[in-house]
């Protein structure tokens, strides 16, 4: 279907069309990815079933297992590997409100984290509902990520610390230095149930073409994908935890 808009010039519509050729392209790509990624062969078996520290319905603090975070139909798990501590030279402010407006920058989260969080924190309930299961993890004590997962509103996502075990440094969240990293990974608990990884986002430490960041997991990504869509496309500007505009 051809389309026009009120007094756009030939010349728009000529490279719009060219444009969209290239937008055909890219999704033909995108699929080509999903569906190789599909294909991939039965990954590494998980070594130990993790026990993370975690916050159950009443509020409490418990213990839960890799193994417990399976309640899908689908028997796939999405982990994030949240950056609570930020990474050492992340200079960015911490909160002025809240209940880590008096924690040292060091040991608070990481923003752009954050921001990433804060888009997936709605989509939860229709993974759940489609069978799968999603998790953040953190390394920061688990009563720290629940008062802040308080003052941010999450309530959809299950929030864990990997305080006491090497969950994070085993999967790619976490490099040899303690530094956290973030990595999205995937697994899959089969039919015959042992647990195995799938996939994680190795993007990230994939050499970047020039003026790119890693966008290891930018096609999940609204806010910087919506940006691409405007003429100035991604500004050379960084997620804070807070802004002067909006609270």
Known sequence: MQVNFPN???????????????????????????????????GGEVPEDYRFDGVDNAGQTTKIRL??????????????????PRHVNDARPQPVTGSLKELPKTE???????????????????LKAAGIDFAAVAKAPIERVA?????????????????????KRDYGGEDANGQQMPMLSVFHRGRDGYIRHFWSS????????????????????????????????????????????CH
């Not at 193994?67 to 609570?84: C, R």
């Open 8 to 42: 756009e010039s030939a010349e728009y519509r000529r490279a719009r069309a060219r444009l969209l050729d290239e937008e055909i392209a890219l999704r033909r790509a995108m699929e080509s990815v999903a569906a190789a990624r599909r294909a991939l062969p039965p």
């Open 67 to 84: 193994s417990e975070l399976f309640t899908g139909t689908s028997g796939s798990l999405i982990v994030y590997h949240f950056m609570f």
């Open 108 to 126: 608070g989260p990481c923003p752009s984290c954050t921001a990433l969080l804060d888009q997936l924190e709605p989509v939860v309930p229709h």
């Open 147 to 167: 008062a802040f997962a308080a003052d941010r509103g999450w309530k959809n996502m299950r929030l864990l610390s990997a305080a006491a075990n090497t969950f």
């Open 202 to 245: 190795e993007l990230l430490h994939a050499p970047t073409d020039p003026g790119q960041d890693p966008r290891h997991v930018g096609t999940i990504e609204p806010l910087f994908n919506l940006m691409d869509f405007t003429p100035g496309g991604r500004p050379k500007w960084d997620e804070q935890l807070e802004y002067s505009c």
